[in-house]
T-cell receptor, first 109, second 113 residues
Framework: GENVEQHPSTLSVQEGDSAVIKCTYS??????FPWYKQELGKRPQLIID?????GEKKDQRIAVTLNKTAKHFSLHITETQPEDSAVYFC????????FGPGTRLSVLP | NAGVTQTPKFRVLKTGQSMTLLCAQD?????MYWYRQDPGMGLRLIHY???????AKGEVPDGYNVSRLKKQNFLLGLESAAPSQTSVYFC????????????FGQGTRLTVV
């Protein structure tokens, strides 16, 4: 089955700096790669996604890149703000929907 | 516009007791999933369903059973609860076999003592 790895597990950045989280997946049949943000005690919420026929997608301060050949994709957050502090999960969807272990991002004021 | 609703939100069980968690979605979604989330860990897939009447095992299925008798409902059963099943359980649904957003329920916090 699909296996998704995610790095780093924790990340601290200064407010205004950029943050990058990287994921790899194993199943070449996976064709949809979303990123979720989870605040403490709440359900995961989609922040951006990318499909297998696209290499990059951007939405304001958030961007995602996908390298299908290498089976890895990354989340980039620019101009980080304290409210970006949360746990971020990548996921890969083919037949099933598998999540990475998460990255705890802390944005320091 | 409820989306995905989980019942109950909280539950405490004694070891050996059984219970069923209900996930209901009103978006006519084909795919439904049950995950567990433990402290410091991600969302681990327990079981999933690709349509009414179908179920399949995820990465951590032992100790759980599921049923999808109606398209809108996906039930997760614990036949004999164990302390290792103490966790937060999330249900999610997606629209089709391709690539659509997963909508999550609000979670069920289960404690087995």
């Amino acid at each position: 089955g699909e296996n998704v790895e995610q790095h780093p597990s924790t990340l601290s950045v200064q407010e205004g700096d950029s943050a990058v989280i990287k994921c790899t997946y194993s199943d070449s049949a996976s064709n949809y790669f979303p990123w979720y943000k989870q605040e403490l005690g709440k359900r995961p919420q989609l922040i951006i996604d990318i499909r297998s026929n696209v290499g990059e997608k951007k939405d304001q301060r958030i961007a995602v890149t996908l390298n299908k050949t290498a089976k890895h994709f990354s989340l980039h957050i620019t101009e980080t703000q304290p409210e970006d502090s949360a746990v971020y999960f990548c996921a890969a969807k083919g037949q099933n929907f598998v999540f990475g272990p998460g990255t705890r991002l802390s944005v320091l004021p | 516009n409820a989306g995905v609703t989980q019942t109950p939100k909280f539950r405490v069980l004694k070891t050996g007791q059984s219970m069923t968690l209900l996930c209901a979605q009103d978006m006519n979604h084909e795919y439904m999933y049950w995950y567990r989330q433990d402290p410091g860990m991600g969302l681990r897939l327990i079981h999933y369903s690709v349509g009414e009447g179908t179920t399949a095992k995820g990465e951590v299925p032992d100790g759980y059973n599921v049923s999808r008798l109606k398209k809108q409902n996906f039930l997760l059963g614990l036949e004999s609860a164990a302390p290792s099943q103490t966790s937060v359980y999330f249900c999610a649904s997606t629209g089709d076999v391709l690539n659509t957003e997963a909508f999550f329920g609000q979670g069920t916090r289960l404690t087995v003592v």
